[in-house]
């Protein structure tokens, strides 16, 4: 590791893990910056806890567990700069679509209706999920927000090239809601 | 009560989950299960949409394995409309399948478990990951990005877009394949298959390395599932389910996608978020089964296309029998990937897949549809029924990593017992257990569909319930 390697994180939420797919997709540009950065922290790596200062947290998914938002609240404590990457980090998307049943009946419907054997809701070894699903900005600041379903892993590349050069990014023509 | 050991999360998985391992009063292992830590719920939040939104939809169940949802969700779709779906549009779903396979199996094999094959499993943490295996192992990491990207392309290719792209639709798919497009993809298969040429090596003479972990992943008789074709053989999109018992027999050939529900139920377990099934027959949770690369290369009598067939019969040959042990997984992926690869130069070559008729149109006929396909991961199964407007009224989906939840907590017992030792956790312990799980490629956002997120915590419990380990 050098002295000017950005220390970075990913973390994924309530998401598809697509947001971390249209990553990998940054493709023969992947390998023209991995020299430039240290992925302390990812699903992709083998760490198992984030270290207490990093220079930039990108998350997928939106908060739908106790679980998220304590890995959320985590982040914001060590990040020195936190990316919500693509719609459900940004609006909960997708996963925010529960909101408008109570969880009570959602868990009803997936493991008591449709099972054939021990219906019964999990509770052990599994965090609790929130009532509602929200997107990161409703619990900490957010520096940049990066929408698309997912973003494209062009997008993506502008955002991390124009961090890891120290600027600010604007990739507001590079990407948009849904697509 | 035993006391457990967690590992959280489980990393290069896709999706989230934990291990705990509980020992027995004399410090043996007991037990160890994989516990699944989200949820999402489509079951409930897709009542009352539109049936010919369940596509996309669906998609965002996934990002890595989109099309198998699409696929899986159109054919439900098909059904409820009635319909027949045009042969050009039926080759297009399969080439479009043909390129999920290759990012999917390219991204389990060199980008998740590469680092473990490649550097072994008790190499240190933080130099198994793809970004580190860029600069120990250029070449290999390249082959395993330039696999993937070409996978990921041939998906561009069709849909315009990589990842939720709501190309297919319910009757056919959206836009026809141009003649520019067909001619760029096919120039890029010779490479593909030079890389999968360099895989096959690669990982044939790394065989004699891994004994231990062929014996201990998961190796151990079960039932197994897959789709086949109207021949036997290895099939993805179209076909009926086949189950074959722990010494290769016939159990059950199902003539129609419907016949699914007189053989697999699902069971709820306390400790996880992901469902449990089972084959009816057997009951729960004896009629345990497993699908997936491995199960469906067991399952099928050969393959389609002449180099995966050759392949196929150098799998065969691993053991007698069905292949039982998880491990050989890998080897499958690679065997799938050319049958891909061989199957995409086939349709791409074919004179009417250029063609414009590419949709059939109907109004809603029938009530109840039912699309079942083998994902990258297993058999995955969608099952809707709407009422006369086509709003749905109840949505069951059977994802490919639920179905073999048991098999991989049984596997996770079998390595525990042989590498957790004493009340502290090694590194190839917990590397191992973590691998058991990727042996399986499990894909925890579509297990959870219902649920998401990487696994990544292992805990070492005691007999009293007492914290021993973790990470
Ligand atoms: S924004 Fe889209 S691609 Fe990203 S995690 Fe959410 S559903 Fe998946």
Redesign the interface.
């Known amino acids: 590791m050098t002295i000017n390697t950005l220390q970075i994180a990913t973390i994924?939420?309530?998401?598809?893990?697509?947001?971390?797919?249209?990553l990998?997709?940054m493709?023969?540009h992947?390998?023209k910056i991995?020299?430039l950065f240290d992925?302390v922290y990812s699903?992709?790596?083998?760490?198992?806890s984030l270290p207490a200062s990093v220079d930039l947290i990108l998350i997928e998914?939106a908060v739908?567990?106790e679980?998220d938002l304590e890995h959320l609240m985590n982040a914001r404590k060590s990040a020195a700069c936190l990316v919500a990457l693509g719609d459900c980090a940004v609006t909960g998307?997708?996963?925010s679509?529960?909101n408008?049943?109570s969880l009570s009946?959602?868990?009803a419907?997936?493991?008591?209706k449709?099972?054939?054997?021990?219906?019964?809701?999990?509770?052990?070894?599994?965090?609790a999920?929130l009532e509602h699903v929200t997107p990161l900005h409703a619990h900490v600041q957010v520096d940049h927000f990066l929408p698309g379903?997912?973003p494209p892993?062009s997008a993506i590349f502008a955002l991390l090239s124009h961090l890891l050069q120290g600027k600010q990014p604007d990739v507001s023509k590079l990407s948009r809601f849904g697509? | 009560m035993d006391q457990p050991i967690i590992i959280e999360p489980i990393t290069r998985i896709e999706g989230h989950g934990k291990i705990s391992i509980h020992l027995a009063p004399n410090g043996e292992v007991a037990d160890a299960k994989l516990h699944v830590t989200q949820f999402r719920g489509f079951e409930t939040f897709c009542q009352g949409r539109p049936f010919a939104e369940m596509i996309s939809l669906v998609e965002r169940i996934c990002g890595i394995c989109p099309i198998s949802h699409s696929l899986a969700s159109a054919k439900a779709c098909d059904d409820i409309l009635g319909i027949r779906v045009p042969e050009t549009a039926q080759k297009l779903r399969v080439l479009l399948n043909c390129g999920e396979f290759i990012q999917s199996h390219a991204l389990s094999f060199f980008h998740l478990s590469g680092p473990d094959l490649i550097l072994g499993m008790d190499a240190p943490a933080e130099k198994r990951n793809l970004f580190h295996m860029l600069q120990s192992h250029p070449e290999i990491a390249k082959d395993g990005i330039r696999l993937r990207q070409i996978g990921q392309q041939i998906i561009e290719g069709l849909t315009g877009k990589r990842i939720h792209p709501a190309w297919v639709v319910p009757g056919g798919v959206r836009t026809p394949l141009q003649e520019h497009e067909r001619d760029t993809l096919l120039e890029r298969l010779p490479e593909a298959q030079a890389i999968l040429e360099r895989a096959i090596t690669l990982f044939i003479e790394s065989l004699k390395k891994w004994q231990d972990e062929i014996e201990h992943f998961a190796n151990f008789p079960t039932l197994f599932v897959a789709l086949t074709n109207s021949s036997g053989q290895l099939e993805h999109v179209h076909g009926n389910l086949r189950c074959i018992d722990e010494n290769g027999a016939i159990l059950e050939q199902c003539q129609t996608a419907a016949a699914y529900q007189d053989i697999i139920g699902e069971a709820s377990e306390q400790y996880s978020y992901l469902k449990s099934p089972f084959y009816i027959p057997r009951g729960y949770p004896a009629g345990m089964y497993r699908v997936g690369p491995a199960a469906r290369l067991n399952v099928a009598n050969g393959c389609p296309t002449p180099w995966a067939h050759t392949l196929w019969e150098q799998f065969r040959l691993f053991a007698q029998g069905p292949i039982l042990s998880s491990f050989y997984n890998h080897f499958a992926r690679l065997v799938e990937i050319v049958y891909c690869l061989e199957t995409a130069e086939q349709l791409l070559q074919e004179s009417n897949i250029t063609s414009k008729h590419i949709r059939a149109h109907a109004q809603p006929n029938y009530h109840e549809g039912i699309g079942i396909v083998e994902a990258p991961r297993g058999t995955l199964i969608h099952h809707y029924n709407v009422n006369t407007d086509g709003l749905i009224e109840r949505v069951n989906l059977i994802v490919a990593t639920g179905n073999n939840n048991l098999a991989m907590n049984k596997g996770l017992v079998q390595v525990a017992k042989k590498w957790v030792k004493g009340s502290s956790l090694s590194e190839g312990a917990i590397n191992r257990l973590q691998a058991v799980i990727r042996a399986f490629d499990p894909c925890l956002s579509c297990s959870t569909h219902a649920v998401r997120g990487p696994v990544t915590a292992i805990e070492l419990l005691n007999y009293d319930g007492k914290l021993l380990d973790s990470i």
């Open positions: 994924w939420l309530d998401g598809c893990s697509g947001c971390h797919m249209s990998l997709d493709d023969e992947l390998e991995a020299h992925m699903p992709l790596v083998d760490s198992t998914g739908s567990s679980k998307n997708v996963p679509m529960r408008s049943f009946d959602v868990l419907t997936s493991y008591q449709d099972v054939s054997a021990n219906p019964q809701i999990p509770t052990g070894f599994v965090p999920l379903c997912p892993a697509s």
